[in-house]
């Protein structure tokens, strides 16, 4: 059972364009979510998270959406660059509870120059 | 700036063999995790240790086994691998800031059980 889930599972677009990646959760327990980035033969990082009192959270390039009531939200790369080229996971969480991330199914994105 | 050290790179063996993976972190962190990331690059968490306490264990078969010697360290053990063991095994730590936890990964390694 997928407690967190992405799409699409793979995403190509060219450099300069806005590259949409959607994840959604069942678990209204969930208010914590930071997205990872990962590149071909290296671990996960950290790349931008959001919790759940806001709607929108923002660094650089990249920009989470929230919509609580739907139990979604996305990551929008803007001015996306072949550097961006990675596979992106959504994860979740309640924030208090010492609970570990569950981790969505991710979204590679590959952006063509 | 890595912090989280994981060795070997790669390992290759045959089915029924036992084999050892090593994971360090010099961040100073107290929880360290191990992950299984798939051919679909599905994450899977396996194991949890904080502090040299198991706290969490998935479902993971027996034959698999976390070994800590100190915070700081924290190896896999499988003590008869099949061939559904074939994938990235990632270790991380990590740190909570209030409520939110962030995972720092190492780079994994890659197991091939042919």
């Known amino acids: 059972q997928q407690q967190v889930r992405q799409s699409p599972q793979s995403l190509t677009v060219w450099e300069g364009e806005t590259a949409i990646l959607n994840c959604s959760y069942e678990?209204?327990?969930?208010?914590?979510f930071p997205w990872y980035q990962q590149f071909p033969g290296e671990g996960p990082a950290l790349l931008i998270s959001?919790?759940?009192?806001?709607d929108k959270k923002e660094d650089g390039r990249f920009t989470i959406f929230f919509n609580k009531r739907e139990k979604k939200l996305s990551l929008h790369i803007a001015d996306s660059q072949p550097g961006d080229s990675a596979t992106y996971f959504c994860?979740?969480?309640?924030?208090?509870?010492?609970?570990?991330?569950?981790f969505g199914t991710g979204t590679t994105v590959s952006v063509s120059p | 700036e890595t912090a989280v050290f994981q060795t070997p790179n790669y390992h290759v063996t045959q089915v029924g063999n036992e084999v050892s993976f090593n994971c360090k972190q010099t961040l100073g962190h107290d929880t360290m995790y191990w992950y299984k990331q798939d051919s679909k690059k599905l994450l899977k968490i396996m194991f949890s240790y904080n502090n040299k306490q198991l706290i969490v264990n998935e479902t993971v078969p027996r034959r698999f086994s976390p070994q800590s010697s100190d915070k700081a360290h924290l190896n896999l053990r499988i003590k008869s691998v099949e061939p559904e063991d074939s994938a990235v095994y990632l270790c991380?730590?990590?740190?909570?800031?209030?409520?939110?936890?962030?995972?720092?990964f190492g780079s994994g390694t890659r197991l091939t059980v042919l």
């Open positions: 994860a979740a969480t309640p924030y208090q509870g010492g609970r570990a991330l569950i």
């Open positions: 991380a730590s990590s740190s909570r800031d209030w409520g939110a936890e962030t995972l720092y």
């Open positions: 678990n209204s327990a969930f208010d914590y």
């Open positions: 959001i919790l759940s009192v806001s």
